[in-house]
């Protein structure tokens, strides 16, 4: 009896972490899909990039590919 019992309440824990990843991963989603929808309302302007660098530092230099 006892097994059964610490089994279920197992079970119910097991329950509710899993949903409380799905109510997670369900708020990064929404927020990724409203940056997305913000970003694309609002125009780029002037001609640049509408992912700028945060940075004024040129990229990471690229080593030439070897043979």
Do not use: C, F
Not at 19 to 44: H, N, T, W, Y
């Amino acid at each position: 009896m006892y097994t059964l019992e610490l089994h279920r309440l197992r079970s119910a824990e097991l329950r509710r972490a899993a949903q409380e990843d799905r109510l997670a991963r369900e708020a990064v989603r929404s927020r990724r899909a409203a940056r997305r929808a913000a970003r694309r309302a609002e125009p780029a302007g002037d001609g640049a990039p509408a992912a700028e660098s945060h940075t004024d530092r040129p990229g990471r230099p690229r080593l030439p590919r070897t043979a």
